[in-house]
């Protein structure tokens, strides 16, 4: 079963940058699509960003574009949300989650396992 445990959320200043980790474990990840999602205070949890592990093609979301950049690192089969010019809106719980297949996908029904969340704050 595969197992997802995200980190690096914090609190930060409009304009900063944090690194959000995703440690993945319980699988075999070559074949699989990875992201990230947000879920804002009474709102719907929205697509961020995916990364299919295999080629590293990725796709962000238009908020985000140029200002978050999505990775991974196959040895420590671990995915990162490197995120700069952060901006009070994107105040967030972040999720990390996998698909397990190569098909892309911006659809969080379409993704079957999800971390635990970590919390990112931007004050103004």
């Known amino acids: 079963q595969v197992q997802l445990a995200e980190s690096g959320g914090g609190l930060v200043q409009a304009g900063g940058s944090l690194r959000l980790s995703c440690a993945a474990s319980g699988g075999t990840f070559s074949s699989y699509v990875m992201g990230w999602f947000r879920q804002a205070p009474g709102k719907e949890r929205d697509f961020v960003a995916t990364i299919n592990w295999n080629d590293g093609i990725t796709d962000l979301a238009d908020s985000v574009k140029g200002r978050f950049t999505i990775s991974r690192d196959d040895a420590k089969n671990t995915m990162y949300l490197q995120m700069n010019s952060l901006k009070p809106e994107d105040t967030a719980v972040y999720y990390c989650?996998?698909?397990?297949?190569?098909?892309?996908?911006?659809?969080?029904?379409?993704?079957?396992?999800w971390g635990q969340g970590t919390q990112v704050t931007v004050s103004s």
């Open positions: 989650a996998v698909k397990l297949d190569w098909r892309p996908s911006r659809e969080v029904a379409a993704f079957g396992s």
